[in-house]
């Protein structure tokens, strides 16, 4: 509940304290008093969109204040805790301040904040309604969360909102894997073509170097091997260097004995070399072997050799590369797989996750059903007190396609009325006159007020346009529902007025110092409320008869 309100400097009021209490509190006076202000005043408090057109004229900034005690177990507390912000528990006290130059600052309990969060933290504890209100109750968009309040059931509406961004998050992969593996499968017959040919070529790192050392050996092996056969027959020849060194050792072995001794050192030098010869000629014939080959071996290396060197080419990288690439070609085959098993998987989660949700809409479709039907009962329970005993209020839940579901559920809710037996229903601002339409607000508000948390309900002219015996409902349900949170309602009425806890006025002032005009608000004691209400009654000549109108019905 509102516990204090502090504005200054805002329009026509200069400085304006009120503290209130809990129940019905009454704030009344004549058009044109400045009623209005004060609620621009709490809506800046609460978020509301104002600039400096609202800041007093000759003023540098204009600032309100409103303290409040709210409730251990309101849901604002967690909002303020995700926010990190400090604050005594029970009360929470927003500021706004609005600068000459337009701009604004936001503080909850003196820590500053954006005027956004303070919008979020404001409209949970107080709400403002009129005749002519846009929002919540008028609005169909909000009737879903008004209807999701007074049911109660936030565990499964939280299952509902995890289950849709599981699955959200779920077909968001999905569509990732599935585009991939669309574009790998595009390029997948170029993959396996090129990896037959590897496959089949089967390259080895080193071996085009090694194939290119073997082939120029043999090329050059062929020529060296016919120059050695030529010397090698040359030294076998019949006038070889062997033939004649073993003629000229015998010779001379011939000879050594006619001179014992003389031709030792000849015939030794000579069978040394004889023998070396020997041994030279058993090298060169060594190697003339070691130097044939098979032509064809020649041929197979140089194909092995090219094929190895085309394929470089073919893929713009070096011989040895290629079992790189090959690892390569194997892999995206290898992705391709595990892609497809990976959309599969995906697919069976996206399904059992779209299971889960559309199992736990259904639940949410059924509780909301259930809790529409609770709530037209209570709503049309109240409206024979406000006189509306032909008229029928009922929640409409318009069931969306499948596909169109989302967080929020499977279904549109919209609060629909008749106002004569037999009529159509149809939506409240178009169905509904002035009167009736206020009326039907009150009885939902009631209704819906045994449940909600908000602190404090402000109803700005709710029984415009109906007076007598209905105006005598209109107050008797607010205070009904005044036992339910704090109102404070503006209003024209005195039947509404009477039943008030406590009353406060509102009027006008011309400021003696400045000459200018202001907006005061005064709280009323026992005699000056009742001249308020006779003043309500009668009009502006207060009569006896007026007096003893408001005695009767402050006796309520």
Not at 64 to 70: F, S, W
Not at 142 to 166: C, I, M, P, S, W
Not at 359 to 380: F, G, H, I, W
Request: aromatic share 4%; proline share 2%; glycine share 8%.
């Amino acid at each position: 509940m509102i516990v204090s309100i502090t504005i200054r400097d805002i329009v026509l009021i200069d400085r304006l304290q009120m503290d209130f209490e809990d129940g019905l509190c009454v704030l009344s006076g004549e058009t044109g008093a400045g009623k209005s202000i004060l609620l621009s005043g709490i809506g800046l408090a609460i978020g509301d969109r104002g600039g400096r057109e609202l800041i007093r004229h000759g003023k540098d900034k204009g600032s309100v204040c409103v303290e409040l005690k709210v409730g251990k177990d309101h849901k604002v507390w967690p909002i303020l805790d995700d926010q990190g912000l400090d604050y005594e528990e029970g009360t929470i006290i927003l500021r706004r301040v609005i600068m000459k130059d337009g701009r604004s600052r936001a503080f909850i309990n003196d820590q500053s904040i954006s005027v956004t969060f303070l919008k979020a933290v404001g409209e949970s504890l107080i709400e403002i309604h009129g005749q002519h209100d846009e929002r919540g109750l008028l609005n169909p968009v909000g009737h879903r969360n008004l209807l999701d309040d007074f049911g109660g059931y936030t565990e499964l509406q939280a299952k509902v909102r995890k289950n849709y961004q599981t699955l959200f998050d779920l077909k968001s992969a999905l569509k990732s894997e599935q585009d991939k593996l669309d574009i790998a499968k595009q390029d997948e017959d170029y993959i396996r073509h090129n990896l037959d040919e590897l496959e089949q070529l089967s390259p080895v790192i080193g071996e085009e170097e090694k194939l290119a050392k073997e082939r120029t050996k043999m090329m050059q092996g062929e020529n060296l091997s016919e120059g050695l056969g030529g010397l090698l027959n040359k030294l076998l020849s019949d006038k070889g260097v062997d033939t004649i060194l073993r003629v000229t050792l015998r010779k001379i072995e011939r000879m050594s004995a006619q001179a014992p001794g003389l031709l030792d050192p000849v015939s030794e030098s000579l069978e040394s070399a004889a023998n070396e010869t020997t041994e030279a000629i058993a090298q060169l014939e060594t190697i003339i072997r070691d130097l044939e080959f098979n032509p064809y071996d020649l041929e197979n290396t140089e194909e092995r050799l090219f094929s190895l060197r085309a394929a470089a080419r073919k893929h713009h990288c070096q011989a040895d590369g290629l079992v790189a690439l090959k690892q390569e070609f194997e892999d995206k085959l290898g992705a391709l797989k595990f892609g497809d098993e990976e959309v599969r998987r995906l697919s069976g989660e996206v399904n059992k996750a779209q299971v889960k949700f559309e199992e736990n809409v259904d639940k949410l479709s059924r509780s909301r059903l259930k809790m529409a039907t609770l709530l037209d009962e209570q709503v049309n329970k109240e409206l024979p007190a406000l006189k509306m005993d032909k008229a029928k209020f009922k929640t409409f839940l318009e069931p969306f396609e499948r596909e169109q579901w989302t967080a929020e559920g499977g279904e549109r809710v919209d609060f629909r009325v008749s106002t004569n037996p037999g009529a159509p229903f149809g939506g409240l601002i178009k169905i509904a006159s002035g009167g009736e339409l206020s009326r039907f607000i009150l009885a939902l508000k009631v209704v819906l007020a045994r449940r909600t948390s908000v602190a404090t309900l402000i109803f700005n002219e709710i029984d415009q346009g109906v007076g007598g015996a209905v105006a005598s409902a209109v107050g008797e349900r607010l205070a009904e529902l005044a036992k339910n949170a704090q109102i404070l309602v503006i209003t024209h009425s005195p039947q509404v007025a009477a039943r008030g806890a406590s009353h406060w006025l509102i009027n006008k002032s011309m400021s003696g110092a400045e000459n200018t005009v202001t907006t005061a608000v005064t709280e009323l004691g026992k005699e000056s409320r009742r001249e308020e209400i006779a003043r309500m009654l009668a009009g502006a000549e207060v009569t006896k008869e007026a007096r003893a109108a408001a005695d009767n019905l402050l006796k309520w």
